[in-house]
């Protein structure tokens, strides 16, 4: 445990190198956030409730997608490209530590510093341009926090999983991009599902991505009763099992597959 | 005359041996290949999806019906995806910064940045154009567009000024890594901020930052105010004066970005000591 504490101190003080990217990312970031909020206000004006939400509630939940968004920055997909590409996948596996633990410290650590460095930053800016985020129903929030700790570890493991792909493709930028557009698209993380006609969001809420962005979220803003909460919560921790399978699966096999290319 | 003339023949000539190789580099890797045709128009199909859906829970997005929105979304997307082929590695120019990369082209006898963008051109980007392209031919029949020389004319002068456009905003970025040494990829946010003040009427935001992408960062010369002008929605804007602008817009951006870059070169370190 204590040499994965040590990456995540590593981790932190790397993050905080360069200072020009922390002020590039945060204006980067209130400039999104800040047009999503207008993109709303415009759509919303004239109309009381769209979707079972109002214009308000919406405001939220722009801000707080801003801010979820920094907790679900992860790295592992391109370490283990890197690895793969440049070969230091085989000598990183002799080490005494778990590969994927000391991945996983890594991307804790950028998240740690990546809390002071962007979304405090972006908390008092949407607070003031935008509007301060509060939630609907103080009793959500250990539902909210724990729905939110689980989209983040979906999160990871998808990253990561995807990023196993590299053990046999080599190059995976492409694959990347894909999880990407899922993500952004599919995820409620821009455009709420509820939005979407009826059939569509049927299926989409049988994917993972909408657990990741959209059901902590919709818990925030008080969206839908708490029986409909639950019963998503459900689903969402359904996804986080099979996809913790998924992982443990893939890891044996992609740790053999070295082994045996490294003969 | 005659030596500038042998000059471009030169860099033409190298342009073609070049976009080979980038043919022959890109299968290099199946897998990617795939992965590249399935993500990039995945993400405009998509996309374009959820305008859909936006208008019919919302009736229409500022005064703009499904059929306009389609018609900016597609000259949108046609032109960004113009900008990925040509000028995607503006995005990565930090890289190239910080591990020295830029040496090996300032040993060679050609342009810097004709080099930077050329040897590396992004043939994959045509998997973004044929959406775009798709999108905007329905966007025109469903506004009822009547496609005549003029028009095709009109098409093709904005979208090599809204390329430049973009092209330009990636190398000013890109160029900043030359003064702050440090690899920042802002490809993804430039993207999704480009992406909201592009496909959707510039109209519906604020007066303040409608001049703010007018007239600062001139994205709006990109799609809306051509768009405008072509459908006719905003009188103001003139059907034959609108994509000259846009053009001009282009080539100063353009311009401003050269400097700026040049600026940056000067102070470039390479990797060695």
């Known amino acids: 445990m204590k040499k994965y504490l040590y990456v995540v101190k590593t981790q932190i003080i790397k993050s905080m190198t360069y200072e020009f990217n922390v002020y590039g990312n945060i204006v980067m970031q209130t400039i999104i956030m800040i047009t999503s909020a207008c993109f709303w206000k415009a759509l919303y004006k004239g109309q009381g409730m769209v979707g079972d939400v109002d214009a308000d509630s919406m405001l939220t939940y722009v801000v707080l997608s801003s801010l979820l968004s920094v907790l679900l920055i992860t790295n592992v997909e391109r370490r283990i490209e890197t690895s793969v590409v440049k070969g230091t996948v085989a000598t990183d596996m002799m080490k005494p530590v778990n590969i994927f633990g000391i991945y996983f410290a890594e991307d804790i650590g950028n998240i740690l510093a990546l809390v002071f460095q962007n979304m405090l930053p972006i908390l008092i800016i949407g607070s003031l341009m935008v509007k301060v985020p509060l939630m609907a129903d103080l009793r959500d929030l250990p539902l909210f926090i724990l729905s939110a700790a689980e989209s983040f570890l979906i999160n990871w493991l998808m990253a990561a999983l995807f990023g196993m792909i590299a053990f046999s493709a080599v190059n995976i930028d492409a694959l990347i991009q894909v999880k990407k557009h899922l993500l952004r698209l599919l995820s409620g993380s821009i455009i709420p599902i509820w939005f979407f006609p009826p059939g569509v969001s049927k299926v989409l809420g049988l994917l993972p991505f909408v657990y990741i962005y959209q059901l902590p979220l919709s818990i925030y803003i008080g969206r839908g009763d708490r029986a409909q909460q639950l019963s998503q919560m459900r689903i969402q921790f359904l996804w986080l099992v099979i996809l913790t399978g998924l992982f443990l699966y893939a890891q044996n096999r992609a740790t053999r597959k070295v082994m045996v290319q490294g003969g | ?273």
């Open chain 2, 1 to 273: 005359m005659g030596k500038a003339y042998r000059e471009l023949i030169h860099y033409l000539d190298v342009t073609v041996q070049v976009i080979k190789m980038a043919f022959m580099t890109i299968i290099e890797y199946p897998s990617n290949i795939a992965g590249w045709l399935i993500s990039n128009p995945l993400q405009f199909i998509m996309g374009f999806a959820i305008i859909k859906f936006v208008v019919a829970s919302f009736g229409q997005i500022n005064g703009w019906n499904y059929g306009q929105l389609a018609f900016l979304y597609g000259l949108s997307v046609i032109s960004h995806a113009l900008s990925m082929i040509f000028f995607v590695q503006g995005w990565f120019m930090g890289y190239y910064v910080i591990e020295g990369e830029f040496d090996r082209y300032l040993t060679r006898p050609l342009g810097v940045l004709y080099q930077f963008f050329f040897t590396n051109i992004n043939i994959f980007g045509v998997t973004d154009l044929i959406p775009g392209i798709l999108v905007f031919i329905y966007g025109c029949v469903k506004c009822g567009v009547r496609i005549d020389p003029l028009f095709i004319i009109q098409v093709i002068i904005i979208l090599t000024g809204a390329t430049l456009i973009r092209g330009g905003i990636y190398i000013l970025l890109g160029s900043t890594s030359f003064h702050t040494r440090s690899a920042v990829d802002f490809g993804q946010y430039t993207q999704e901020i480009m992406d909201k003040t592009t496909m959707y009427p510039l109209s519906m935001y604020p007066e303040s930052m409608q001049f703010i992408l007018t007239y600062l960062i001139p994205v709006g010369w990109i799609s809306f105010y051509p768009v405008s002008a072509l459908l006719g929605i905003d009188s103001a804007c003139n059907r034959m004066l609108v994509p000259f602008i846009t053009l001009a817009v282009g080539i100063l951006v353009m311009l401003i970005a050269g400097v700026y870059f040049s600026m940056g070169l000067k102070k470039y370190e390479s990797a060695g000591n």
